[in-house]
């Protein structure tokens, strides 16, 4: 593994120790097979504790990984015949936001993602997946297509914001977002959303307005970025860590808060470690779901998710 | 919050010397020194310049709505601390002494020039009107009222965005309050979106942005991300006017700028014509 992360370096040395330790028996001829072993239970166990424990912070650079599966990944493992479609009819295609149509288990779907870039080359033409307007009004274009031929809509969230640039605030983000999430409300066919990486702020909440909503276990959901929370809150963008914990951020308590439906568990590690197989426990979570959706007419799908987002919110009544 | 600071300390520089608080006031654009009383007297406006002075929601109320028509709601709905976040409730409470609301948006019913109408009046002093659950919860419940009644929303927005202290449960807001608006204009209703100084963030990111008519009060900023973050990023000088009512104007985005002298008259107007019904095809 090229890229280890801070938290993990106890199990990467002792995995180090170990192939150290292969490599003399091979070499030298010897038997160490128990002491191998002996070493190969306590790295179990310390993976155990190191990733059943992970902090909020920890969670954050594992949503950050570079290597993090992204939304065409997750598509190409999961699904057949994926036909991308482009542009938003009005100004331009953004490619920070991927969509399109593809077989899911035989079904014809639509899937809308924020697409981060693999390489530094890609991830400039993607701009981070930092979506401009041009991106939410091609997803919205993309659903209401979906809607006419009843298709079901997969959307996967992964993006640190909506871009904050000039020519962005020139062609309105706010109204294009705003108005996908009023739009997403009265769609008639199932909506299924999945954070599988970062989800942030409301260029993240544009493609969340779904009848279910799960989290990778390893992604974050949040109003602001940790770093960006912190610069308002305590005007220290250094203090993300601490904003992290204080936010709740992660998979977990947005699962308290009732926020997610359910999270899908990550391969041990991060989803990183073995796209096919974390693939396929989306698939597993996605087959599921549509099941269950496809028994609600349109009108049902609608109140589904209205009652869902009506309730979201913590006050007391005096 | 960075907003709000700089406009407190000029309102203070305001006070000049040998006179009793609050009597005069200076412009913070124009340095215009004038009596108090002659610009409250001009909705708050700079009698030089047209300066639009923020206002307050129960000022918003008083210049907005029929004397006496405004019925206050849902002000027993209070913030909690879902997330335990550090001096929240302080903060909170502290807020409460200082604007006398319970919240940052006052909602409730009235009549404009006796059209029944529910409103929902943003006010920035109360933690930079930013949106936790409650806010969310009221202008929720205020759209549900108006879609019972059948009547017109309509809603001044005054905020720098969702409240951080509430983390995902603010970004909720957004959802909620942006459905329920959908839900009423699905039943043909009218909804009027004012935007005043500042919007922002999640607030312009979802009900503010999806009225039928969007109007702006001249020289109100309002964006999706704020101009220091936008700096930060491009490392460039932005235009003066970036951001600006006029600037949105220009770009498309908003259907009129109305100043303060005709904003009511011309909702009223725009509120009858609504109203009154359109054309039976037979």
């Known amino acids: 593994m090229s890229k280890n992360l801070a938290f993990e370096e106890p199990v990467v040395q002792l995995r180090e120790k170990i192939d150290e330790l292969k490599t003399i028996a091979t070499e030298a001829d010897v038997d160490m097979t128990s002491e191998i072993e002996k070493l190969e239970t306590r790295l179990s166990q310390l993976e155990q504790s190191i990733y059943a424990n992970m902090k ?13 599966p992204t939304t065409l990944q997750y598509i190409e493992a999961m699904c057949e015949n994926f036909i991308e479609l482009h542009g938003d009819r009005t100004f331009g295609d953004d490619a920070a936001i991927l969509g399109g149509i593809a077989l899911f288990e035989e079904q014809p779907v639509t899937i809308v993602g924020h697409q981060r870039g693999k ?35 997969i959307c996967f969230i992964d993006t640190k914001g909506a871009y904050p640039g000039k020519a962005a605030e020139e062609r309105g983000p706010s109204e294009a977002i705003a108005r996908t999430l009023s739009e997403m409300a009265i769609l008639t066919v199932p909506v299924i959303s999945i954070v599988i990486g970062e989800g942030g702020s409301g260029g993240a909440i544009a493609l969340g307005v779904a009848n279910r909503v799960f989290m990778l276990e390893n992604s974050t959901y949040s109003v602001i970025s940790p770093e960006g929370a912190a610069s308002i809150l305590w005007r220290d963008g250094s203090l993300g860590k601490q904003a992290a914990e204080a936010m709740r951020i992660t998979a977990p308590d947005l699962k308290e808060l009732d926020v997610i439906d359910g999270i899908i568990p990550e391969i041990t590690g991060g989803a990183h470690r ?45 | 919050m960075a907003i709000r600071s700089l406009f407190s300390k000029k309102k203070e520089d305001g006070q000049e010397k040998g006179f009793p608080e609050g009597l005069i006031t200076k412009c913070p654009e124009c340095r215009h020194i004038q009596l108090t009383k002659e610009l409250e007297k001009n909705h708050k406006v700079c009698t030089k310049c047209d300066h639009h002075f923020k206002m307050t929601a129960q000022e918003r109320v008083t210049y907005f709505l029929d004397e006496g028509s405004f019925v206050s709601m849902d002000d027993h709905l209070q913030t909690s601390n879902p997330l335990n976040f550090p001096d929240y ?81 603010s970004l909720m ?36 942005s999806v009225g039928d008519i969007n109007i702006a009060e001249p020289q109100a900023l309002i964006g999706f991300a704020g101009r220091r973050v936008i700096e930060q990023t491009l490392r460039e000088k932005l ?12 770009h498309g985005q908003l259907d009129a700028i109305f100043h303060r002298k005709d904003l009511r008259n011309q909702v009223a107007m725009l509120v009858k014509m609504h109203t009154k019904g359109g054309v039976q095809h037979v």
């Open chain 2, 239 to 250: 235009p003066n006017d970036f951001q600006k009512s006029e600037f949105l104007l220009a």
């Open chain 1, 119 to 153: 390489s530094t080359k890609e991830n400039i033409r993607r701009n981070f997946g930092m979506p401009h307007p041009e991106g939410y009004r091609k997803a919205l274009r993309l659903m209401k297509q979906a809607e006419k031929f009843k298709r079901p809509i």
């Open chain 2, 89 to 169: 409730v302080e903060k909170i409470s502290v807020a409460k002494q200082q604007t006398g609301l319970s919240e940052a948006v006052l909602t409730g019913l009235g009549t404009l020039d006796g059209e029944e109408i529910v409103v929902a009046i943003m006010d920035s002093h109360f933690r930079m009107g930013s949106m936790g659950s409650v806010v969310g919860e009221k202008i929720t419940r205020a759209v549900e009222k108006a879609i019972e009644l059948r009547v017109p929303v309509i809603i001044f927005s005054a905020s720098g965005g969702a409240r951080m202290q509430e983390g995902i449960l």
């Open chain 1, 56 to 68: 909020p912070w920890d969670r954050v650079q594992v949503a950050r990984h570079p290597e993090r």
């Open chain 2, 173 to 208: 807001q957004m959802v909620k309050t942006s459905v329920e608006l959908k839900r009423h204009s699905e039943e043909g209703l009218l909804f009027i979106s004012i935007m005043t100084h500042p919007t922002y963030g999640g607030v312009s990111a979802s009900f503010a």
């Open chain 1, 274 to 318: 073995n796209v096919a197989k974390q693939a396929s426990y989306i698939k597993e979570c996605i087959s599921v779901t549509l099941k269950a959706l496809n028994s609600l007419n349109g009108e049902q799908l609608i109140e589904d998710r209205y009652e869902k987002f009506r309730k979201i919110g913590q006050y007391t009544e005096v």
